[in-house]
């Protein structure tokens, strides 16, 4: 335990002042943009479309599944109660 306290009593460097960190988080920023590797035009297109037809296809067997639920749970209980 005495070596965590002494640990945390430590002196911490001076605070930067405003300017001076929003300088570095900018260059930061810059230098880590430049490891990005973006994808190509076609690559791009290519993946637009996945996700398009993708979200298309999850669209249509959430609104089946809701019709033959609704089917199941509104109707068939109805004509049991009857």
Known sequence: MADNASL???SA???????????GFVT????????VTWPTRPELIKATRMIIVLAIALGVFIG???????????????????
């Open 28 to 35: 930061s920023v810059r230098k880590e943009l430049a490891k």
């Open 64 to 82: 089946l599944l809701d019709y033959v639920l609704q089917l199941i749970l509104v109707e068939g209980i109805a004509r049991i109660a009857r």
């Open 8 to 10: 945390t009593t430590a």
């Open 13 to 23: 460097p001076a605070a930067e002042p405003l300017p001076a960190r929003i300088g």
